[in-house]
């Protein structure tokens, strides 16, 4: 079992920046992919971005070159830093980590606001 636990979301004004944290415990070796999904409300889920154990990165279109995923191994934290955020980016933003199954954190609210 992986435990997943996010902190950093909050409410940020548009081309503001926030940092997203996901510290994993539990049974961590062989981790493959750890990143992030988002839910806003009333859509669907959608991918944000992930990191492997190579640190070799994927975002999705709309966060390219606004968000960065990094990873910590020492402390078995992912950051999402993002920055110049937008109203559309308000959502749930949930951590995962892919280690044969997938594992979810509890989710963190990000709002976009003026």
């Known amino acids: 079992q992986v435990q997943l636990v996010e902190s950093g979301g909050g409410l940020v004004q548009p081309g503001g920046s926030l940092r997203l944290s996901c510290a994993a415990s539990g049974s961590i070796i062989s981790i493959n992919f750890m990143g992030w999904f988002r839910q806003a409300p009333g859509k669907e889920r959608e991918f944000v971005a992930r990191?492997?154990?190579?640190?070799?990165?994927n975002y999705a279109d709309s966060v390219k070159g606004r968000f960065t995923i990094s990873r910590d191994n020492a402390k078995n934290t992912v950051y999402l830093q993002m920055n110049s955020l937008k109203p559309e980016d308000t959502a749930v933003y949930s951590c995962y980590a892919t280690k044969g199954a997938t594992y979810w954190g509890q989710g963190t609210q990000v709002t976009v606001s003026s």
């Open positions: 990191i492997t154990n190579d640190g070799i990165t």
